[in-house]
């Protein structure tokens, strides 16, 4: 073997990787075959991207109510937006920037913390089994400004509703916002659009509902925030 050249590579050159352990391996005896199949072992062994586990805090960009007795008027500069018993009478929208989760990762909590306000019967709204925030992917865009009940986006977006108990604290949004990075990665939602709110709660035992919470808007001085975090995937 000659001093400048190893198997026709420079030495004072870059060398490939497979070319480098087929010359290693040559010296020993094993043939260049072998050497690729043992290059191609390497790569495969060589991990990808890491999931590091971690959690952000998310304000709201928008958020507004609509209502059906007033379904031209505009309430997205509202300090208050509402929920309530009355699911035909009644939507709100809140709408955030939905992040990238890091490579490899996925979301493993959410929540949409809110203060505000219950009133009505019963109280708490969840002391009778049934009271709910229906929460749904909007299924399309809207303006806080401009949003009304006449032209609030149709239908739900992707999916059915995620249901969590009715309160004035905060709400688990965990299941809703793993189906839109599901429904965005498959192209069933095109765009992210936020979440549509609205309470449900049927007649018990003879009783009739008439709940409602009145939540902080971003504009108050208690706006509502989302936490979200992740991990690995699968997890």
């Known amino acids: 073997m000659g001093i400048g ?27 260049a075959s072998c050497a690729v199949v043992a290059s191609d072992a390497v790569s495969a062994a060589i991990p990808g991207p890491l999931c590091i586990p971690g959690s952000s805090t998310l304000p709201l960009t928008a958020d507004a109510k609509v209502s059906r007795r007033h379904p031209a008027r505009h309430y997205g ?8 018993y009355g699911p035909a009478t009644l939507r709100s929208f809140v709408d955030f920037d939905l992040p990238t989760i890091p490579t490899g ?8 913390e809110v203060t505000g306000d219950e009133s009505g019967h019963p109280h708490p709204a969840n002391a009778w089994p049934g009271a709910y925030v229906n929460i749904y992917l909007a299924s399309g865009r809207w303006r806080e400004s401009g949003i009304t009940w006449n032209d609030m986006p149709p239908g739900y977006g992707c999916f059915g509703d995620f249901k969590d108990y009715a309160s004035s604290g905060d709400l688990t949004i965990t299941t809703v916002l793993q189906n839109a990075y599901r429904c965005l990665d498959s192209g069933r939602l095109k ?11 049927p007649t018990t035992n003879g009783r009739h509902p008439h709940w409602r ?23």
């Open 191 to 201: 765009h992210w659009n936020g979440l549509k709110l609205k309470g449900w709660s």
């Open 105 to 112: 990762c996925a979301l493993t909590d959410a929540t949409l």
């Open 5 to 31: 050249s190893i198997h026709g590579e420079p030495v004072g050159g870059v060398m490939s990787k497979k070319a480098v352990v087929a010359a290693v391996l040559a010296v020993a005896g094993v043939t």
């Open 213 to 235: 919470f009145a939540v902080d808007s971003r504009e108050s001085g208690h706006p509502p925030i989302v936490h979200i975090s992740w991990g690995l995937s699968g997890t």
């Open 77 to 84: 500069a509202a300090s208050r937006w509402k929920v309530n």
